[in-house]
């Protein structure tokens, strides 16, 4: 999964009346500013400053913010703000699995975002941009170890690629949002903020497998609409439409079907997505402890088939049959989240001191491969005497293949007589340390064990042990 991006405005209102000439002269100012040197970059979740610098950034342990000649801050002053961030991951599987090894994986992250208020006197409007150049010496999820739950969330195919690309205008006061353009679901939808911490905090292996081409999350994006209300700063309620599927049909790797994020496709049958998220005592300077509670669905329109039974009635696996699933209208999901901080210091914020969290979710059994997930864990911020900044935790992911994916491994043991193994689950334990070098440098030894790790209709092996360190900058 992608990090979490900052509230940002949003489309839709006409432009108020101005001036051509400024407006010409302001986006000349912004493309020399640009043509100086200006990269764009991901933003996080605290707004940029008047430097155009959004903490934690290394920015700001360089001489002059590392803004020798000021591009940033005149760039920020009209409203283009860009971050960097490259993440690298050193990882090894040192027992079972599919192989044991070592990769070196990166993805450097651009993010660029223009304040159309203050560029074009847009009231509201904001555009939004992204990409990623991803590269690495192997996949340690599929190559290494086999298996559906992530590992390491960065792992893609390798190559460079847009992301999302999209304007979004707020209205009724700030209290709502509209955005259009390229979109990816899981920067909003179905995830915890306490987990982020995590190498194998992902889109939910339950999406990522059951929808077509793992649906509109990491490293894909797809065409797509969503709205959002804020009726007060305890509610959000969030519903989006996205095209159904990503890369299109096709063989192969779905990556390698929309290499570089440019497909763009607008014709397949759509994914529905809502999620209704209630939260106490986020803000800074709050007392209590910060709670927030999620709960969403989606509907996906198209046609999936049957993961055990043929349109003869038969099983799939039975040698009478002849071989063509059942094809079922429409697939479907609901799930919830929950963030729950057990201890605050005093002057905490909400993801500081100790915070669980919990994510669950179901889905059909005929059509899914997965039709049970959890996942959770513990977080500690803030806790190491000195190291203000540290964070130190344990999670779990648990996939559990649906009944009708055992029902058809049985059956293609009592009817075909293969010597096969019923799968049945994956979980993933993980144990993690995010150390501070400066701000905007985190350096993070991860060990994670894999229980069933599973690749196509079989185990790869019993068990997987994995570990190594992450490190990210941002600037």
């Known amino acids: 999964m992608c990090s979490s991006l900052e509230e940002r405005p949003v489309v839709g209102r006409r432009v108020n009346s101005v001036d051509a000439t400024a407006l010409m002269g302001r986006v000349a100012c912004i ?3 640009l043509l100086l040197g200006a990269t764009c970059a991901r933003a996080q979740d605290a707004g940029p400053d008047a430097n155009g610098i959004t903490s934690p950034s290394i920015a700001t342990s360089l001489p002059y913010n590392g803004d020798y000649y000021g591009t940033r801050k005149r760039l920020a002053e009209h409203g283009v703000t860009y971050n960097l961030i490259y993440t690298n991951d050193i990882l090894s599987n040192v027992s079972g699995g599919l192989k044991r090894g070592t ?12 304040d ?7 009231k509201g409007l904001t555009f939004y941009a992204n990409g990623f150049q991803i590269h690495n010496t192997g996949r340690i999820r599929r190559d290494y170890v086999g298996g559906m739950n992530t590992i390491a969330a960065i792992e893609a195919v390798p190559t460079t690629r847009l992301s999302e690309m999209w304007f979004e205008q707020k209205f009724w006061d700030g209290k709502a949002s509209f955005r259009i353009g390229q979109l990816a679901a899981d920067s909003e939808f179905f995830f915890s903020d306490a987990s ?7 889109w939910p292996t339950i999406t990522a497998v059951n929808l077509p081409s793992g649906g509109p999350a990491y490293p894909l994006s797809t065409p797509g609409v969503r709205l959002k209300l804020d009726p007060n700063q305890n509610l959000s309620v969030l519903l989006a439409m996205f095209n159904g599927d990503p890369a299109g049909p096709g063989h192969g790797d779905e990556q390698l079907r929309n290499r570089y994020g440019l497909n763009f496709r607008v014709t397949d049958p759509p994914l529905f997505i809502g999620e209704v998220q209630v939260k106490n005592n986020r803000e800074k300077d709050a007392k209590g402890l910060a709670t927030t509670l999620k709960l969403g669905g989606w509907v996906h329109t198209g046609t999936f088939d049957d993961k055990r039974f043929g349109i003869d009635g038969l099983s799939l696996a039975d040698p009478a049959s002849l071989g063509i699933p059942v094809r079922r ?3 479907s999901g609901i799930y919830g989240v929950l963030d729950q901080q057990l201890y605050r210091p005093a002057g905490a914020a909400a993801d500081g001191g100790i915070s669980v969290f919990a994510l669950g979710s179901v889905s059909p059994s005929d059509r899914n491969l997965v039709d049970i997930y959890a996942s959770g864990g513990i977080v500690f911020a803030g806790m190491v005497p000195g190291r203000p900044d540290d964070k130190f935790g344990a999670s779990f992911v648990y996939a559990r293949f649906s009944d009708n994916v055992r029902g058809f491994d049985m059956d293609q ?10 799968r049945d689950y994956e979980l993933n334990l993980e144990l993690t340390y995010v150390a501070q070098i400066i701000p905007g440098w985190t350096v993070q030894p991860d060990f994670q064990y894999i229980w069933h790790p599973t690749v196509g209709d079989q185990p790869s092996s019993r068990y997987a042990v994995v570990a190594g360190v992450r490190s990210i900058w941002r600037y």
């Not at 982020?196 to 992902?202: A, G, S, Y």
Request: net charge negative.
């Open 103 to 114: 990769i070196d994986q990166g993805k450097l992250e651009a993010q660029l975002t223009i």
């Open 413 to 422: 043991i009592a009817l075909a007589g293969l010597p096969l193994q019923v």
């Open 196 to 202: 982020q911490i995590f190498l194998q905090t992902d």
């Open 329 to 331: 209208r429409g697939n």
């Open 116 to 122: 159309l208020e203050k560029l074009a006197d847009w």
């Open 31 to 33: 493309a020399g500013s």
